[in-house]
């Protein structure tokens, strides 16, 4: 079998059957495929709605589990996986038409670890308004690259998406590539696993996904149990250095990203934990989870270190009302 699309499913009635739909959208004979949809415990109609496709098509598997995590069922997805290629679509966003087969022979053709795809990000209304039109895919491009170099010119630390990728199975099996449990923000750490222990990967201009922003997404609401989940993402992905034979420049580069994280995290804290106990717990938490955290690439994270370090509270104390007073202006 070619491939295996895994799609998690917990509360998303209102979107999931368009996800499935755009699956089978993609030209793709269903025998050259399976749809692994694992539903993680939802609490909505998810399933029922999406119970016609389910019995209209041979090729899907329904994994059911309790609520373990987006990770967990990933992770039962990829075990129970047949494909030589694997797509993780989130289920709330959609394929675009005909967008996979393309990525997917040349994935066959070369057998690299990881096909690397662009994307479009919208609204509800701008995808209702999307499919009014008639979208033209660019002139097809790939370009073939080192792992190395794909982490160090291609991977964004703001978009560590999983669902843009189709990463050969065996590449995930053989390097012991999973899914942090019980966790959000989980892509950050799996995504630069993948980018530092790839070997031949290739890039493509095709818009492979649509990415739905909507106020119910895993990643807007931010309170402070997502701030803990930040902040063991962080912690994982700072434990990447250790990776046996890492050049200085992938080093370097990883150190960058995990700082970007980690100031982006600040921001969400200080803009969303309205209590100070609350900030205050966050940043002990920190220094819990990422005792050996050391950014040095500058002076002024030399003292964010330093500062997060020894004296946590008060850091988070100055942070807050330096941006009070810069974002009110």
Not at 221 to 250: C, M, P, V
Not at 267 to 285: A, C
Request: charged share 25%; glycine share 2%.
């Amino acid at each position: 079998m070619d491939l295996s699309i895994i799609v998690p499913v917990y509360n998303v009635e209102k979107y999931v059957r368009s996800c499935i739909e755009s699956i089978f959208k993609q030209g793709l004979d269903e025998d050259r495929f399976e749809v692994i949809i694992v539903n993680d415990g939802t609490k909505d109609r998810s399933m029922e709605v999406i119970e016609d496709i389910i019995a209209a098509h041979t090729n899907i598997t329904v994994i059911n589990q309790e609520n373990l995590s987006l990770s967990v069922a990933r992770n039962n997805g990829i075990a129970a996986a047949k494909g030589e290629y694997i797509l993780m679509p989130d289920s709330d966003d959609l394929l675009i038409e005909n967008s996979l087969m393309p990525l997917l022979e040349k994935a066959l053709e070369t057998k690299v670890d990881m096909v690397v795809a662009d994307f479009l990000s919208m609204t509800d209304e701008e995808i209702d308004n999307f499919y009014k039109e008639d979208f033209q895919q660019p002139e097809l491009q790939f370009k073939k690259i080192v792992g190395e170099q794909l982490y160090l010119d291609v991977l964004n630390p703001y978009h560590c998406y999983v669902w843009r990728t189709l990463y050969k199975r065996e590449f995930l099996v053989t390097k012991d590539l999973t899914f942090y449990p019980g966790i959000r923000y989980q892509d950050i750490p799996f995504t630069h696993e993948c980018y530092l222990k790839a070997n031949n990967c290739i890039c493509s201009n095709i818009r492979l996904n649509i990415y739905r922003k909507w106020p119910g997404s895993s990643t807007n609401a931010y309170k402070i149990d997502n701030s803990k989940h930040f902040i063991t993402a962080i912690a994982i992905t700072w434990k990447l250095r250790q990776i046996e034979g890492l050049s200085s420049n992938l080093v370097y580069k990883l150190e960058d990203n995990v700082y970007i994280s980690f100031r982006t995290m600040l921001y969400d804290i200080l803009h969303s934990i309205k209590g100070k106990n609350d900030r205050y717990v966050l940043m002990n938490y920190i220094n819990f989870q990422a005792p050996d955290l050391n950014f040095t690439h500058s002076i002024q994270q030399k003292l964010i270190t330093f500062m997060v370090k020894k004296m946590p509270h008060l850091f988070i104390n100055i942070y807050y009302q330096y941006a009070q007073i810069v974002y009110k202006k």
